[in-house]
């Protein structure tokens, strides 16, 4: 009777365990790779999660987590170093420093949190294509990162600061976004491939990068009517592959530049869909052919490269400015210091000249007084001779 007692608490706490918990295993046991599919966990779920353990390889797919944070990788015991999350409605998505690869492809990030107190230096692979994001990411400290593909997104803005420290950067893509405008300087040694096509850019200016090792940048589908062939050379000097179809090159402009990647034996392919109404082809690239636009757009680009070089001067010319105030206001502070030591020297040489004055005050006071009792006793001397001197005389009454 006892035992069956025991029985039945038993399978009770384990049906009261069940329930109270959501226990997930991985589909494919047999696999390095822990595939889990159809995880939910929403911020409404009063019952926990069980994941499994221990594992480095972890891939959730078809779920419903709408925010991954800190807390959910303590689930795993410790964060995997190989992380993917597809397809799992994720808004909010916290990047471990354990990680090594993310892909976070295909959810409805608008979010992606990266602590700037700890270090990622072992990240390498970052995916969050096909989200919601209007921004980058705080990527700017991922020393180590590789690879990174914020493609089909929402961002309109680039600032190519950002990418100052990720020296070891390979592959950057930002295709599919809404790009219309990239500013400041873009150096980066070792990167490879760029891809910005399918953005809304009308204009791109060279000037300030230099991307010595980019083999293959892909500027198709955008808004682009005019480039010189010249300003990629310094640059891009290892370049091989240039994206162009799906822009609105302007016939007149085109020809000098692809003479200019043939010449360095750049390849580039035609548009692969027919030219639309009023538009021809040179050697397969679809252009407008206007000698008003031709005029009007390279009169703007000439104008905007000189306001550019302006610019510069005029950036160099304030720098110069500010260092020669830096050394000027050196020079002032250390006339100012020596002034104010030379003003200290002379209050002390007051103070010592006073003191002086005292002491010359006292001594001519102690001398007069020496001086008067010395006639004193002079006086006292002569009058003492004189009296020694002076007959006696004796008075007789």
Not at 230 to 245: H, I, N, S
Not at 294 to 309: D, F, G, N, P, Y
Request: charged fraction near 25%; include cysteine.
């Amino acid at each position: 009777m006892s035992l069956l007692r025991s029985l039945l608490s038993l399978l009770v706490l384990t049906l009261r365990y069940s329930t109270a918990q959501k226990v997930y295993e991985c589909e494919n046991s047999s696999s390095d790779v822990c595939v889990l599919v159809g995880v939910e966990h929403t911020p409404n779920d009063e019952e926990p999660i069980i994941l499994p353990e221990e594992l480095q390889f972890v891939e959730m797919v078809n779920g419903n987590i709408p925010k991954i944070d800190e807390d959910f990788y303590n689930e795993f015991g410790e964060p995997p170093t190989n992380f993917t999350v597809t397809n799992c409605n994720v808004e909010q998505l916290f990047v471990s420093p354990q990680f090594v690869h993310l892909n976070a492809t295909g959810n409805k990030l608008k979010t992606v949190t990266i602590n700037g107190k700890v270090s990622y230096n072992r990240l390498k692979m970052l995916i969050v294509s096909r989200n919601q994001l209007r921004r980058l990411p705080n990527i700017k400290d991922l020393a180590q990162l590789e690879h990174l593909d914020v493609s089909r997104n929402i961002i309109d803005f680039i600032d190519l600061n950002v990418f100052q420290r990720l020296t070891n950067l390979k592959v950057l893509n930002l295709e599919g976004n809404r790009i219309n405008s990239l500013d400041g300087p873009f150096r980066l040694g070792k990167l490879t491939e760029l891809r910005l096509n399918s953005n809304e850019l009308q204009e791109i200016s060279f000037d300030s990068w230099n991307l010595s090792n980019l083999a293959i940048f892909d500027l198709s589908l955008n808004l682009l009517m005019y480039l010189n062939g010249d300003d990629l050379r310094e640059p891009f000097p290892r370049l091989r592959y240039l994206g162009l179809p799906g822009n609105q090159w302007n016939c007149r402009a085109l020809p000098k530049l692809l003479a200019t990647l043939q010449e360095r034996s750049v390849r580039f392919f035609g548009d692969v869909t027919r030219c639309g109404k009023n538009w021809t082809t040179v050697q397969g690239l679809c252009c407008q052919d206007s000698y008003v636009n031709w005029v009007t757009l390279h009169s703007q680009w000439e104008i905007r490269k000189l306001e550019r070089r302006i610019q510069t001067l005029n950036d160099t010319l304030l720098a110069d400015l500010a260092k020669v105030k830096d050394e000027q206001g050196t020079q002032i502070a250390k006339l100012e210091q020596q002034i104010e030591e030379q003003e200290g020297l002379m209050v002390n040489m007051k103070r010592h000249l006073m003191s002086m004055e005292g002491l010359i005050e006292d001594l001519i006071e102690e001398l007069y007084l020496r001086e008067v009792e010395s006639v004193k006793s002079s006086k006292d001397e002569v009058q003492k001779d004189a009296e020694e001197k002076a007959p006696k005389t004796k008075l007789v009454y």
